[in-house]
């Protein structure tokens, strides 16, 4: 089986959810890198989400703004 790992979380600013692709990480199991691709093995994708609360973005740049 595969396995995903996804952070979300929100930001501590604006409160909105979030997904940090950035850290996504996708670990083929051994079927699925004999074949080439992620996910298509005979027992799927197994998802682990892991909390991580982090300014987002948009509050990140307004933050970085005003101590310049």
Known sequence: ?????????KCPR???RFIWH???QEL???EAKNNGVFGMCSE???IDEK???QECEACLAE???DEG
């Not at 089986?1 to 979380?9: H, L």
């Open 1 to 9: 089986m595969c396995r995903k790992v996804v952070f979300s979380g």
């Open 63 to 65: 933050l970085e703004a």
């Open 44 to 46: 799927g994708t197994a």
């Open 22 to 24: 950035e850290l996504t």
């Open 14 to 16: 604006c409160f909105d």
């Open 51 to 53: 909390p991580h609360d």
């Open 28 to 30: 083929s199991c051994l």
